[in-house]
């Protein structure tokens, strides 16, 4: 310590280092040495490292967005064939419900034509029975009034004259 | 010296100039042009700094940077944008020139920062060699790129005709003032801040003045972490400045 005090005492006689014109030769030299040496060195190895570190990331960058915006385009191809699809499903599960719609329309008309025709058969033979029933029930009306009226007859003593009583109660029964 | 001589009644010991003597690294001897000193120590760690953040950081060629990698690219695009934006494109043939300038000044002033370092930035004779060396190249392209029309540079043909050779004195004047504004703003600031964190230092002997004097020192230390980034970057702007008016002397 004591001979940098002594040595600074001797060179600093001028109060600023900096003015000590004595240093300068050996600090211009070192300056170009280092700046020199620097210069080599960036312009050999690092700047053109780094220039291509930076264009070979633009390059990835750009490369990336491209193939980005490759599949952002197949996406909405899918999506394009996705939509078609739902749509061609939407519309053929539609052309089947109509189809069964109109099957069992067909289906149900069929069956009403045959239970009415069959409804009219019935009804048909049935107005059949209640008109031979209604034939007898007037034969047999005119059976009884001839019996009752033979029977009256006889009961009050008159001769039997079925003739009579016949065409009497016929006559009566048209009237 | 005075401040030595006050220094014997207070006990206050002021050197606050000590820190920028060139002294040899080995031996006593005089300080001759090759003698290794500590501005050579001090150098080569600024160009060890360089070396470390643009070859070594950037060594893996990584797509995805580390951080140091990161640092060095930043450092390259920010010279390579400021050349492009302030001395043209044309400007960016000499962007190898003015990286060096810049990373060896930013280094160089970071390294000053180190407690008990040499500030090799903060001699004249270091910063007045790149000024002038800017200054020369400059110069030396305007006229090997325009010729004897390269003078038009001090000749304003929009000013009206009876101003012109005034303010082409004053132009050619700041003309050659440029490399001595260009040199000592950078040497003095950096000179400055060390000098009074220096004095603040020596003030920290005064134990109740400590304190304050320890407060001091930190927000000097974080204003000159400030200028020397500034300083480089401002030494560096002014060369891309330089550079267009030597490209472009056309106003």
Request: proline residues 4%; aromatic residues 10%.
């Amino acid at each position: 310590m004591a001979s940098n005090s002594s040595q600074a005492a001797e060179t600093a006689s001028p109060g600023m280092p900096q003015l000590d014109f004595s240093s300068f030769g050996n600090q211009i030299f070192w300056l170009v040495v280092t700046l020199v040496v620097i210069y080599v060195i960036l312009t050999r190895v690092a700047l053109p490292r780094i220039a291509d570190v930076l264009a070979e990331r633009r390059e990835s960058i750009s490369n990336d967005i491209a193939a980005a915006e490759d599949l952002k385009l197949k996406a909405v191809a899918a999506e394009e064939t996705y939509d078609k699809a739902l749509a061609d499903a939407r519309a053929e599960a539609g052309n089947i419900v109509e189809g069964a719609k109109a099957e069992m329309k067909a289906e149900l008309a069929t069956a009403i034509s045959k239970a009415d025709a069959e409804i009219a058969e019935k009804i048909v033979e049935g107005e059949k029975i209640i008109q031979e029933i209604r034939s007898n029930a007037l034969e047999s009306v005119e059976e009884v009034a001839k019996s009752t009226a033979t029977a009256i007859i006889e009961a009050l003593g008159g001769k039997d004259d079925s003739k009579f009583v016949d065409k009497a109660v016929s006559s009566e029964m048209k009237g | 010296m005075a401040s030595e001589a006050n220094s014997e009644g207070t006990g206050l010991v002021f050197h606050p100039m000590d820190q920028f003597i060139v002294k040899p690294l080995f031996g006593d001897g005089p300080v001759m042009w090759y003698t290794v000193t500590n501005v050579t120590l001090w150098m080569a760690f600024s160009v060890a700094a360089v070396v470390l953040l643009l070859v070594v950081g950037t060594s893996r060629r990584a797509i995805v940077p580390s951080r140091s990698q990161s640092i060095g690219e930043l450092a390259y695009g920010f010279v390579y944008k400021m050349v492009e934006d302030v001395a043209g494109k044309d400007a960016v043939g000499y962007f190898p020139y003015i990286m060096t300038l810049f990373m060896f000044i930013v280094c160089a002033n970071f390294l000053g920062l180190v407690p008990m370092s040499f500030t090799t930035t903060s001699h004249i004779a270091v910063t007045a060699v790149m000024a002038m060396g800017v200054f020369l190249t400059v110069t030396v392209i305007g006229f090997f790129k325009h010729g004897f029309s390269f003078l038009s540079l001090f000749w304003i043909s929009s000013a009206p005709l009876p101003l012109r050779p005034i303010l082409a004195l004053i132009e050619i004047i700041s003309y050659f003032v440029r490399p001595v504004s260009h040199s000592i703003r950078l040497a003095g600031n950096m000179m400055a801040g060390h000098a009074v964190i220096k004095v603040f230092a020596a003030f920290a002997g005064i134990a109740v003045i400590a304190p304050l004097s320890v407060l001091a020192i930190t927000a000097i230390y974080a204003l000159e972490i400030l200028v020397s980034f500034i300083q480089a970057y401002v030494f560096a702007i002014l060369t891309c400045v330089y550079l267009k008016d030597a490209l472009h002397p056309h106003h």
